[in-house]
């Protein structure tokens, strides 16, 4: 691995610690073996972090830091397209299509780290105390703005249970495919996940998130557009 001096230790560290626990456990990942990758002394985790558990805290911290444009962007394209649509189910079936080709189009990309999407999700299945950091600060935030446009579709309360577990679904139908390129890639024989094929996900996505939510009959429409 080469170590660039100019990036700042405690970015190291982070980087080099995100990348090895989202592969492994917290206690099977030594803080000797973080430094090594690091290319820092042992002292420098204690000295920027206090701890191997303040350094896991912080990758958190950053990685909520870092999808900060992500919850900020949509958030601004679902208030400005909402308020353009009303009642059009039409110009709400484009709104999610776009949602749906953004959000692969952003975590498919080659520069969107995968060991981010690792950690977070061995996080999930196995919650310590920086769950609520990612749940608070990133996932709560997305879902309930994507809740917001399934509740306009459906006609239901955000609150409702049904517009809840829709938007789960939707959101982790997406997300499954940079989790598990390998499989996706072996099921349908492709050598490589590309722009071609991330448009061959896109179009089979939006066209069951559109049966999903009852628009189905405007599938023709929105690929034409």
Same mark, same amino acid.
């Given at each position: 691995?080469?170590?660039?001096?100019?990036?700042?230790?405690?970015?190291? @560290?982070? +980087?080099?610690?995100?990348?090895?626990?989202?592969? /492994?456990?917290?206690?099977?990942?030594?803080? %000797? $073996? *973080?430094? #090594?990758?690091?290319?820092?002394?042992?002292?420098?985790?204690?000295?920027?972090?206090?701890?191997?558990?303040?350094?896991?805290?912080?990758?958190?911290?950053?990685?909520?830091?870092?999808?900060?444009?992500?919850?900020?962007?949509?958030?601004?394209?679902?208030?400005?397209?909402?308020?353009?649509?009303?009642?059009?189910?039409?110009?709400?079936?484009?709104?999610?299509?776009?949602?749906?080709?953004? @959000?692969? +189009?952003?975590?498919?990309?080659?520069?969107?780290? /995968?060991?981010?999407?690792?950690?977070?999700? %061995? $996080? *999930?299945? #196995?919650?310590?105390?920086?769950?609520?950091?990612?749940?608070?600060?990133?996932?709560?935030?997305?879902?309930?703005?994507?809740?917001?446009?399934?509740?306009?579709?459906?006609?239901?309360?955000?609150?409702?249970?049904?517009?809840?577990?829709?938007?789960?679904?939707?959101?982790?139908?997406?997300?499954?495919?940079?989790?598990?390129?390998?499989?996706?890639?072996?099921?349908?024989?492709?050598?490589?996940?590309?722009?071609?094929?991330?448009?061959?996900?896109?179009?089979?996505?939006?066209?069951?998130?559109?049966?999903?939510?009852?628009?189905?009959?405007?599938?023709?429409?929105?690929?034409?557009?």
């Amino acid at each position: 691995m080469t170590i660039d001096p100019q990036i700042p230790a405690s970015d190291r @560290l982070i +980087d080099a610690a995100g990348k090895l626990f989202a592969d /492994r456990s917290f206690d099977a990942v030594s803080t %000797r $073996e *973080i430094a #090594k990758v690091a290319g820092v002394n042992l002292s420098a985790i204690s000295y920027h972090f206090d701890s191997k558990e303040g350094l896991y805290r912080a990758i958190f911290e950053k990685i909520v830091r870092d999808l900060k444009p992500v919850r900020v962007n949509f958030g601004h394209f679902l208030q400005t397209e909402m308020n353009k649509a009303g009642n059009d189910r039409r110009v709400l079936a484009k709104i999610l299509a776009r949602f749906i080709a953004s @959000l692969l +189009d952003s975590i498919m990309a080659p520069e969107n780290p /995968r060991w981010r999407m690792r950690l977070i999700v %061995r $996080e *999930i299945q #196995k919650p310590t105390d920086c769950f609520h950091i990612v749940l608070d600060g990133h996932i709560n935030v997305m879902h309930d703005l994507v809740g917001i446009l399934i509740a306009k579709i459906l006609g239901e309360p955000v609150s409702s249970e049904h517009v809840r577990l829709t938007t789960q679904s939707l959101l982790m139908l997406c997300l499954q495919y940079a989790l598990n390129e390998e499989l996706v890639k072996a099921r349908l024989g492709w050598r490589d996940i590309g722009p071609r094929e991330i448009d061959k996900i896109r179009k089979s996505l939006t066209e069951m998130a559109l049966r999903a939510v009852g628009l189905g009959e405007y599938i023709g429409i929105v690929e034409e557009e």
